[in-house]
C-alpha cells in the first residue's frame, strides 16, 4: 500500500512537471504566445528547471532542447525513486527506457487532455477566450490529418473523438512496451 500511496504522488508531480516541460517545448514549436494564463502557469512551473539547463544546451531551430531534456530528467529522476522504493536492482540497466516510456505517455495524456477540454470548451462557450483560442491552435496539428479524412457529419466534428480513440490505443500500446522491458 505504501508503494502504491508513493507511486501515485510520484506519478502526479512527476506527470505534472514533465507535462509542463513538454507543453513549454510544443507551445513554442507552435510559435503559441506565452502571454496567456496557460503560458503564465508552465513558466511558473518550468522555470527554475528550464532556465540553468538552457544556459548549456541551447535552442536547436524552433526546439527548445532544453525543455526536453528537463522532462526527461525527471522522468528519470521518478522511475529512479521508484526503483530505489521497490527495491529493484535489476531495474537500473532499463531506467533510460522507463523514462522514454514515461515521457511518451506523459505526451500522449496531455494530448488527451487537451482533445478533452478542446471538444468541451467548443460545446459549451458561445464567444472564444483566450484560453480556448491557445487549446484550439495547440489541437489543431493534431485534428488536422483526422480532419482530412472525416468529413462534418450534420453539423458536428468527429476529428476530436477519432484522435482521442487513436491516442487511447496508443496509450495501451506504450503501456504494453513499457510493461515488457520490466520483464
Not at 40 to 55: E, H, K, N, Q, S
Not at 66 to 83: G, W
Not at 157 to 179: E, Y
Amino acid at each position: 500500500m505504501l508503494y502504491q500511496i508513493a507511486s501515485f504522488l510520484l506519478d502526479v508531480v512527476g506527470g505534472l512537471l514533465t507535462g509542463a516541460c513538454l507543453l513549454r517545448l510544443y507551445m513554442q514549436w507552435q510559435r503559441v504566445p506565452f502571454s496567456n494564463p496557460v503560458g503564465g502557469l508552465v513558466f511558473a512551473l518550468t522555470d527554475w528547471l528550464i532556465m540553468p539547463l538552457r544556459r548549456v544546451i541551447p535552442p536547436v531551430g524552433r526546439w527548445d532542447v532544453s525543455s526536453l531534456v528537463a522532462a526527461m530528467l525527471v522522468q528519470l529522476v521518478q522511475y529512479a525513486l521508484l526503483t530505489l522504493l521497490l527495491g529493484a536492482g535489476s531495474a537500473w540497466a532499463w531506467l533510460p527506457w522507463l523514462a522514454l516510456f514515461g515521457l511518451l505517455r506523459v505526451a500522449v495524456s496531455g494530448l488527451i487532455g487537451l482533445l478533452i477540454v478542446y471538444a468541451v470548451l467548443s460545446w459549451v462557450q458561445g464567444g472564444r477566450s483566450p484560453l480556448a483560442d491557445v487549446i484550439a491552435r495547440l489541437c489543431e496539428p493534431v485534428l488536422r490529418p483526422f480532419r482530412r479524412v472525416i468529413p462534418l457529419m450534420g453539423g458536428f466534428d468527429l476529428s476530436p473523438l477519432v484522435a482521442l480513440v487513436v491516442l487511447q490505443v496508443v496509450m495501451i500500446v506504450l503501456g504494453h512496451l513499457q510493461a515488457s522491458v520490466m520483464r
